[in-house]
């Protein structure tokens, strides 16, 4: 079956907490820390209107800009752009489903 459409989400309204960590973004309250790579994070978010469950993943699109693989002309972010790209098209149970790209 098609893959359901992806949202793009331009408008983010962010709310920090106390200790000045992002608490929300949109209709998502964002929890813990679920683990962390080479270009960003990855925190447990619900949607508040569903109550559903996902996983956040948050980078930095000026460290991405400035990182470029050795030898490479394109910068981390073209790959981010690809990948995210290819994730809209693919529908398999084995992968995750890209549900919403906030800009």
């Known amino acids: 079956s098609a893959p359901a459409a992806t949202k793009e989400t331009t408008a983010v309204e962010e ?3 106390d200790m000045g ?3 929300r ?3 998502y309250t964002v929890y813990h820390e679920l683990g962390q790579g ?3 994070l990855v925190k447990l978010c619900i949607d508040r209107t569903t109550n559903t469950r996902y996983a956040l993943k948050i980078m930095s699109k000026k460290k991405l ?3 470029r693989q050795l030898g490479q002309k394109t910068s981390a ?3 981010v ?3 995210i790209a290819v994730l809209k098209k693919l529908t398999h149970g084995n992968v995750v489903n ?3 790209v906030l800009d």
């Open 15 to 17: 709310v920090e907490d």
């Open 21 to 23: 960590e992002t608490a």
């Open 25 to 27: 973004l949109n209709q």
């Open 38 to 40: 080479a270009f960003g």
């Open 65 to 67: 800009k400035r990182k």
């Open 77 to 79: 972010l073209d790959d």
């Open 81 to 83: 752009k690809r990948e």
């Open 98 to 100: 890209l549900v919403e």
